[in-house]
């Protein structure tokens, strides 16, 4: 006797598999330190085993600001100008954005970017943040990150990694990269 549902667990599972490893993702960040593309590193590493179109794009601030330089910016909620505008997003079906956490909000480079590329049509859309800090308290930054992406035509998911980082180290936060790239891939 054949067994249907695992007939069909079969097909879907491989189904599934075709189709992840047939999107095309961008995995755009920024990263003043070294921190943020450390998870962005470690992130992709592990897309890779899912599928092979990766692009990843770092901005690039025109001008490295320090530490208080950076936390008034973040607090301003000015855009500063990035040198890397011209990536076209239209042609990703997933989004992966990623960004440190400043004075409890993420760097604005991202909003930069977005400002200069249209959208024509909802991404789904991956968010990563890295922090000093636990992850608990970075909780609101990340609702209010996902929010403004909205803005954007965006479509944030509802799983989002927060990377507890210490001089380029991560120290919590792996544990949930497997769940994130799940939902990411998701045909939903
Ligand atoms: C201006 C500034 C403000 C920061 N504010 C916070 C904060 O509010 N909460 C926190 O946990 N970490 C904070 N940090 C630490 C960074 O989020 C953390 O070191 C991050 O991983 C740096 O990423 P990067 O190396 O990719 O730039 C701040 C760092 C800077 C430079």
């Not at 079969?10 to 961008?26: A, D, Q």
């Not at 992130?43 to 001008?63: D, R």
Request: positive net charge; charged residues 25%.
């Amino acid at each position: 006797m054949f067994d249907i549902n695992k007939i069909f667990n079969r097909v879907y599972h491989s189904e599934m598999r075709r189709w992840s490893s047939l999107m095309n993702i961008g995995l755009m960040y920024y990263s003043r330190t070294g921190n943020t593309k450390k998870a962005a590193e470690t992130l992709n590493e592990k897309l890779q085993s899912h599928t092979e179109y990766v692009e990843t794009i770092e901005l690039l601030h025109e001008k490295k600001l320090g530490f208080f330089g950076a936390a008034r910016l973040a607090m301003k909620g000015e855009h500063p100008p990035i040198m890397n505008n011209e990536v076209d997003v239209n042609k990703f079906d997933r989004l992966i954005i990623g960004t440190p956490v400043w004075a409890g909000r993420p760097a604005p480079y991202v909003y930069t970017f977005l400002d200069h590329n249209s959208l024509s049509k909802e991404i789904k859309t991956g968010v990563f943040l890295t922090s000093g800090g636990s992850s608990e308290k970075q909780q609101k930054t990340q609702e209010i990150f996902k929010e403004n992406l909205m803005n954007y035509k965006l479509k944030p998911m509802a799983a989002s990694l927060i990377f507890q980082m210490k001089k380029g180290i991560i120290k919590d936060g792996t544990q949930n990269i497997d769940t994130f790239i799940n939902e990411l891939l998701s045909e939903k």
